[in-house]
Antibody, heavy 118, light 112 residues
Framework: EVQLVESGGGLVQPGRSLRLSCTVSGSTFGDYGMSWFRQAPGKGLEWVSFIRRNVYGGTTEYAASVKGRFTISRDDSKSIAYLQMNSLKTEDTAVYYC?????????WGQGTLVTVSS | DIVMTQTPLSSPVTLGQPASISCRSSESLEHSDGNSYLTWLQQRPGQPPRLLIYKISNRFSGVPDRFSGSGAGTDFTLKISRVEAEDVGVYYCMQATQFPQTFGQGTKLEIK
């Protein structure tokens, strides 16, 4: 059974940093690109970032709203995808979900809540 | 960016009756590989999103056959043949043909 578990969320002040982790089990991690999405309280879903498989160079994509502040990375030896979030803003407050795949996000984690507030 | 527009935004349905949700994209979702990466997701209250349909009409593993997807180009539809109580939630269409990946606003399905 494929499982994705996010961790690292919490309360952080504006301007500070946070790193989210997405640990994958039940799947050959290196065979898939990995995505991060988010959902602000009471709002819809928003794509945040994507990282390709290492065989494709591990290249990355970002939403305009986070480009230059967030960095996605992966550690295939640990089956973990990361989202480093710097210069956090109040509008980054959301539940962050990781998902497996690029063209088809087939498995999703339960999410981790990030609250940016002073 | 590709804009995804869903209608209706709210859909009260009687148990056992059909339901239909439309999704329109601002440009064609056909990828250079010939596929159209249009996905339907279900989000039950308090739960993460769950994949229902991918590439317009392919049901994901474990999804009941009362769910079906159709469409082409820029117009797509999710149909539930007979709504059950467990179908309550918000349904999103999503395009993954190009970055940034984008979502419809969501359609809230509720029981009358």
């Amino acid at each position: 059974e494929v499982q994705l578990v996010e961790s690292g969320g919490g309360l952080v002040q504006p301007g500070r940093s946070l790193r989210l982790s997405c640990t994958v089990s039940g799947s050959t991690f290196g065979d898939y690109g990995m995505s991060w999405f988010r959902q602000a309280p009471g709002k819809g879903l928003e794509w945040v970032s994507f990282i390709r498989r290492n065989v494709y160079g591990g290249t990355t994509e970002y939403a305009a709203s986070v480009k230059g502040r967030f960095t996605i990375s992966r550690d295939d030896s640990k089956s973990i995808a990361y989202l480093q979030m710097n210069s956090l803003k109040t509008e980054d407050t959301a539940v962050y979900y990781c998902a497996r795949g690029q063209y088809v996000a087939d498995y999703w984690g339960q999410g981790t809540l990030v609250t940016v507030s002073s | 960016d590709i804009v995804m527009t869903q209608t209706p935004l709210s859909s009260p349905v009687t148990l056992g009756q059909p339901a239909s949700i439309s999704c329109r994209s601002s440009e064609s979702l056909e990828h250079s590989d010939g596929n159209s990466y249009l996905t339907w997701l279900q989000q039950r209250p308090g739960q993460p999103p769950r994949l229902l349909i991918y590439k317009i009409s392919n049901r994901f593993s474990g999804v009941p056959d009362r769910f079906s997807g159709s469409g082409a180009g820029t117009d797509f539809t999710l149909k539930i043949s007979r709504v059950e109580a467990e179908d309550v939630g918000v349904y999103y269409c999503m395009q993954a043909t190009q970055f940034p990946q984008t979502f419809g606003q969501g359609t809230k399905l509720e029981i009358k």
